[in-house]
């Protein structure tokens, strides 16, 4: 059964359901940087976007999957993606993954506020009792942005998954249950008033 399809929206960001006529915009998104080129993680590029999309496309068509892209609500523009996979409704769990932002936009609060709402939904209105995260072993920004919303590493899985270089990653594992999440929540909420506090 596919999906829902919803719209998250707050001050700063917006989370569209992804479509597939997202194409060009996620190529111009992931070129902030050229994000392509990351040996850590796999972004879309001009040669990618395509199969990238139709794979998360198909998740959804198989209810497991809900991708979206990341929309800045000043300027409407697409500036990444992100989305709910390994959906698994009977065990109310999920992850969030895919996660990625063009370089201009990292570390501006965008993030947060993107991973709050994530959360807020996965938790109040979808019922999950536990939502993971999983990053690669070597990619210390990102799992020093998980550790940031409040999530607790969990282990490190050797030989996740094969990487599109031939690599045999290991990936670090996290997530935030049920019981903590009016303590994340709290946090998270005063991360995001501290962005728009104005400096004196």
Not at 7 to 32: K, T, Y
Not at 74 to 85: E, I, L, P
Not at 160 to 183: A, Y
């Amino acid at each position: 059964m596919e999906s829902e399809q919803v719209i998250l929206s707050g001050q700063a960001v917006e989370l569209r359901p992804l479509q597939a006529s997202h194409a060009a915009e996620l190529v111009q998104a992931a070129s902030d940087g050229e994000l392509w080129n990351m040996k850590v993680t796999v972004i879309p590029g001009p040669e990618t976007v395509d199969g990238y999309i139709a794979t998360a496309l198909a998740g959804r068509e198989a209810g497991t999957v809900m991708p979206f892209v990341i929309v800045r609500k000043d300027t409407g523009q697409v500036v990444g993606s992100t989305r709910f996979w390994k959906i698994d409704r009977k065990n109310r769990k999920l992850e969030i993954g895919h996660t990625w932002l063009g370089q201009s936009v990292q570390r501006s609060g965008l993030n947060t506020e993107m991973k709050a709402l994530l959360l807020e939904y996965a938790i109040e209105v979808m019922q999950c009792v536990r939502v993971q995260f999983t990053t690669d072993e070597l990619n210390e920004k990102s799992r020093a942005a998980i550790l940031r919303i409040g999530a607790r590493q969990e282990g490190i899985v050797r030989h996740e998954r094969i990487m599109p270089d031939g690599r045999k990653r290991n990936s670090v594992r996290f997530s935030i249950i049920d019981d903590e999440w009016p303590e994340v929540k709290t946090m998270l909420a005063a991360k995001m008033a501290s962005r728009l506090t104005p400096i004196p």
